[in-house]
């Protein structure tokens, strides 16, 4: 049975930091490349960043350099650390998990909610 289960989330203010955590089960973590994503409310969910299982990263303009994902394989766990966080950061996080060779099951977390606010 898969399952991700996010934490780290909370409010916290404008310049503070946040380690959100994605722990995975249920499928061969190595297997899947992985993004974490952001809705705001009234707003298209948006990617923030991805990881290949490479390790490679990309990121979106408005979190490049004040965000990082990484990814502990022993642990199935991926992460996002989020520095010098402004109010427009304020969303709800999911970790979305994506098989790269068929079956290309994707999986998503139950997501996590950011507030950036004084």
């Known amino acids: 049975q898969v399952q991700l289960v996010e934490s780290g989330g909370g409010l916290v203010q404008p310049g503070g930091s946040l380690r959100l955590s994605c722990a995975a089960s249920g499928f061969i973590f190595s297997d899947y490349a992985m993004g974490w994503y952001r809705q705001a409310p009234g707003k298209q969910r948006e990617l923030v960043g991805s990881?290949?299982?490479?390790?490679?990263?990309n990121y979106a303009d408005s979190v490049k350099g004040r965000f990082t994902i990484s990814r502990d394989n022993a642990k199935n766990t991926v992460y996002l650390q989020m520095n010098s966080l402004k109010p427009e950061d304020t969303a709800v996080y999911y970790c979305?998990?994506?098989?790269?060779?068929?079956?290309?099951?994707?999986?998503w977390g139950q997501g996590t909610q950011v507030t950036v606010s004084s």
């Open positions: 979305n998990f994506r098989r790269l060779s068929p079956p290309n099951y994707v999986y």
């Open positions: 990881l290949t299982t490479f390790g490679g990263t």
